[in-house]
């Protein structure tokens, strides 16, 4: 009995495996061998980029390399046009002098690292309850019935793919979404927020993107300052005074 569960639960994940997509981009912790991601291919660090390794090495005392494991999957997962096949984590692993599984930890816990093709404009959406209150699943569905496709699924042409993001910090400017940049490998990468959209707003963003145009970040409400109210700030319109309990020049 148990081998025959053990065998659906195989034939499950294989089919898994074969869709389209994923629904989310870390929703699977382990990984099967296909031809354009497994260990077996050759990756490593541009000459430009192991510049940027040892500058990165550089923050950390050389016996705690592995401390440096996030921004070089960062860095390699720019390289790799925004996403991280396993050579690269096992090439990661090599530098840092740790077992591949530590490295696989990581990329497989952090959802900002892709484990699946994503497009070369990876625009992320925020989930998160403000966002979602201001119409963050209207920005989602607008965005995906304009590229024609599904969550983490990649346009056919390879420039775009949707995917969600929890919170970015942005709240007062919800809802918002993200767009990773990987067009330009990364010498050009990019991470820019783009706040106060609406579902035209983001269908506009997407066809100047697909122009190669740069769509101005921040917020796209012409009536705010940054994270600022409409119209301006009514309050707090003058330096704050120092606070009365300490002598801030004795610090």
Same mark, same amino acid.
């Given at each position: 009995m148990l081998a025959r569960l053990a065998a659906n639960r195989f034939n499950?994940?294989?089919?898994?495996?074969?869709?389209?997509?994923?629904?989310?981009?870390?929703?699977?912790?382990?990984?099967?061998?296909?031809?354009?991601?497994?260990?077996?291919?050759?990756?490593?660090f541009t000459n430009a980029n192991q510049t940027k390794v040892k500058e990165i090495l550089s923050h950390y005392p050389s016996n705690y390399k592995q401390s440096a494991v996030i921004p070089l999957l960062d860095l390699a997962q720019q390289q790799h046009g925004?996403?991280?096949?396993?050579s690269a984590m096992n090439a990661v692993a090599k530098i840092i002098e740790v077992p591949p599984i530590r490295v696989?930890?990581?990329?497989?816990?952090?959802?900002?690292?892709? +484990?699946?093709? &994503?497009?070369?404009?990876? =625009?992320?959406?925020? #989930?998160?309850?403000? *966002? $979602?209150?201001?119409?963050?699943?209207?920005?989602?569905?607008?965005?995906?019935?304009?590229?024609?496709?599904? +969550?983490?699924? &990649?346009?056919?042409?390879? =420039?775009?793919?949707? #995917?969600e993001m929890e *919170? $970015?910090?942005?709240?007062?400017?919800?809802?918002?979404?993200t767009v990773a940049d990987y067009s330009n490998g990364s010498e050009g990468y990019t991470y820019n927020y783009y706040e106060d959209v609406t579902p035209e707003k983001v269908v506009e963003i997407v066809e100047k993107l697909s122009k190669g145009e740069k769509p101005p970040h921040g917020t796209q409400n012409p009536r705010r300052i940054k994270g600022g109210p409409e119209g301006g700030n009514t309050t707090l319109l003058s330096e704050p005074k120092p606070p009365p309990c300490r002598d801030l020049d004795s610090c």
């Amino acid at each position: 009995m148990l081998a025959r569960l053990a065998a659906n639960r195989f034939n499950e994940i294989r089919h898994i495996f074969r869709q389209p997509s994923r629904a989310f981009s870390t929703a699977l912790n382990y990984h099967l061998d296909t031809p354009d991601n497994n260990p077996n291919l050759p990756w490593e660090f541009t000459n430009a980029n192991q510049t940027k390794v040892k500058e990165i090495l550089s923050h950390y005392p050389s016996n705690y390399k592995q401390s440096a494991v996030i921004p070089l999957l960062d860095l390699a997962q720019q390289q790799h046009g925004g996403w991280l096949p396993v050579s690269a984590m096992n090439a990661v692993a090599k530098i840092i002098e740790v077992p591949p599984i530590r490295v696989y930890e990581v990329a497989t816990f952090y959802s900002m690292f892709n +484990r699946a093709k &994503v497009g070369k404009y990876h =625009l992320l959406v925020c #989930g998160t309850t403000p *966002c $979602m209150i201001r119409g963050s699943r209207g920005i989602e569905e607008a965005l995906l019935k304009h590229l024609g496709v599904k +969550r983490n699924e &990649v346009t056919p042409d390879g =420039l775009f793919s949707v #995917g969600e993001m929890e *919170c $970015m910090g942005c709240c007062v400017n919800a809802p918002m979404i993200t767009v990773a940049d990987y067009s330009n490998g990364s010498e050009g990468y990019t991470y820019n927020y783009y706040e106060d959209v609406t579902p035209e707003k983001v269908v506009e963003i997407v066809e100047k993107l697909s122009k190669g145009e740069k769509p101005p970040h921040g917020t796209q409400n012409p009536r705010r300052i940054k994270g600022g109210p409409e119209g301006g700030n009514t309050t707090l319109l003058s330096e704050p005074k120092p606070p009365p309990c300490r002598d801030l020049d004795s610090c």
